[in-house]
């Protein structure tokens, strides 16, 4: 990441933030930072006075709740710089306004955050064979719950032949979402996303490897400034050309957080994230005439009444109750670690106390 970070406006810093930076973190001479970059036991974080290579205290890693409660690219952190060695030390985290969270990929269920402080998210599909309408659904679950506003972006418009027929395929199903076609390629393709860009804002870009959203950074920054690749003949797909998630500055104001391809998303939200990405089924739902409707042969079910009539797409309501049952199962996951986090925590509270007696016996 390069150093011209020079005022904390420009990493996103508003009022709001400095309000709630006031009191105990300010008074104990810790200065606001932002996360600009992971590393493996560490992180890049940018301040007024300069990046520092930063890694969390020990009591702030002895409180954390599991990874998610870590830093993240995107957070606003209190931290004690150390700038003769070029390091500093996190010890709190600010309050996230946006989130946009996944269970870690593999057989792991714990919470991993893609980006935190989030205005506006990018959900970057391709208009090859990448387009997927159910993938897109999945993002739209992701983008409602994570609290920033989604804009579905259909790059590689220069390889379509009627872009207007997929825009009015996401728009039947992204209801209220803007959908916006840019070829990242062609000179000044992506100038239609800046209008959600600027001054004090932040923005995240998410799809899978090989649709193009290194090309869009390098377009919206002006320069080659992240590495690209081809994508395979045979599927669309591409490789990971982006390896870590990253802040990177706009010389026009704002900031964009460039994310790797995403080889699955495993939702990591509220088990109702589905019905914001869904409001049409969900409307339905409201009009069964049992309010506990499972939608699966009940009389008077209003969903059911649809899907005869042809109103709802079956794949469409299929999507719908696969990402339902899978958030269900990620609550139930969710709860037993959190019960498993509790009982750890006091374990250690226990263990610490007995140790103090001990020492004071001694």
């Not at 409180?63 to 030390?89: I, M, N, Q, S, Y």
């Amino acid at each position: 990441m390069e150093s011209n970070y020079m005022t904390l406006m420009e990493l996103g810093w508003t009022e709001a933030w400095d309000a709630s930076f006031e009191g105990a973190w300010r008074a104990a001479g810790y200065v606001p930072a932002r996360v600009a970059r992971q590393e493996r036991d560490s992180c890049l974080v940018c301040g007024e006075a300069g990046e520092w290579l930063a890694a969390v205290s020990g009591r702030f890693r002895h409180d954390a709740r599991g990874p998610g409660a870590l830093p993240a690219v995107g957070d606003w952190v209190a931290a004690a710089p150390r700038p003769a060695e070029g390091r500093a030390t996190i010890h709190a985290l600010l309050p996230r306004r946006s989130c946009f969270a996944r269970t870690c990929a593999g057989q792991r269920s714990d919470q991993q955050i893609l980006a935190a402080n989030v205005d506006v998210a990018f959900l970057v599909s391709g208009l090859d064979r990448d387009f997927n309408l159910r993938r897109i659904e999945r993002y739209l679950t992701l983008a409602y719950d994570s609290g920033a506003t989604p804009v579905v972006v259909l790059n590689k418009a220069d390889l379509c032949d009627d872009v207007d027929a997929f825009v009015a395929q996401v728009d039947s199903v992204a209801y209220g979402t803007a959908v916006c076609p840019v070829s990242a390629v062609a000179d000044g393709g992506a100038e239609p996303l800046r209008q959600w860009l600027g001054a004090g804002r932040t923005a995240v870009l998410l799809g899978s490897s090989g649709v193009g959203k290194s090309t869009l950074i390098n377009a919206l920054v002006g320069a080659a400034r992240q590495r690209t690749g081809a994508v395979r003949a045979a599927d669309g797909r591409g490789r990971h050309t982006t390896t870590q998630r990253e802040l990177i500055a706009l010389d026009a104001g704002g900031v964009l957080i460039d994310t790797p391809g995403l080889r699955e998303l495993q939702l990591w939200a509220d088990p109702d994230a589905a019905d914001d990405a869904f409001s049409d089924i969900a409307e339905l739902a409201a009009r069964c005439r049992f309010r506990d409707c499972a939608h699966s042969g009940e009389p008077g079910c209003a969903v059911q009444a649809a899907l005869a009539r042809g109103e709802l797409d079956v794949r469409r309501y299929e999507n719908y109750l696969q990402l339902q049952a899978e958030l269900r199962h990620a609550a139930r996951r969710q709860d037993h670690q959190l019960r498993q986090a509790e009982r750890a925590r006091w374990k250690r509270i226990a263990m610490d106390v007995r140790r103090l007696y001990r020492e004071r016996d001694r």
